[in-house]
């Protein structure tokens, strides 16, 4: 069973950063892409940014690039997204999902476990 454990998530405000950790144990994570993804209040879920197995090739989704920076660090099975300079529009629930072998993807249907999510809300 591959778990998938998001945290970092809160309340802040507009030009504020928060980082959000997944950590992935036992998932077979190091050999995996990762992403992030978020959902907003209305209901669509979007791509936020990926990592590939090394973490040596990123992903970023337009809206977020050059705010956040995604990372990884394969010997504690953890992934990162620091969000900096934060907007009200990023308000929503950050999800972490593995992906596929190989592949640097931010097609949401390429992922097959996800985490239960973490909620983000920024302030104007």
């Known amino acids: 069973q591959v778990q998938l454990v998001e945290s970092g998530g809160g309340l802040v405000q507009a030009g504020g950063s928060l980082k959000l950790t997944c950590a992935a144990p036992g998932s077979a994570f190091s050999s995996c892409t990762m992403g992030w993804f978020r959902q907003t209040p209305r209901n669509e879920r979007n791509f936020v940014a990926a990592i590939s197995e090394s973490g040596g090739r990123t992903l970023t989704a337009a809206s977020v690039k050059g705010r956040f920076t995604i990372s990884r660090d394969n010997a504690k099975n953890t992934v990162y997204l620091q969000m900096n300079s934060l907007k009200p529009e990023d308000t929503a629930v950050y999800y972490c999902?593995?992906?596929?072998?190989?592949?640097?993807?931010?097609?949401?249907?390429?992922?097959?476990?996800w985490g239960q999510g973490t909620q983000v809300t920024v302030s104007s």
């Open positions: 999902a593995r992906g596929p072998h190989e592949v640097l993807t931010d097609a949401s249907g390429e992922y097959d476990y």
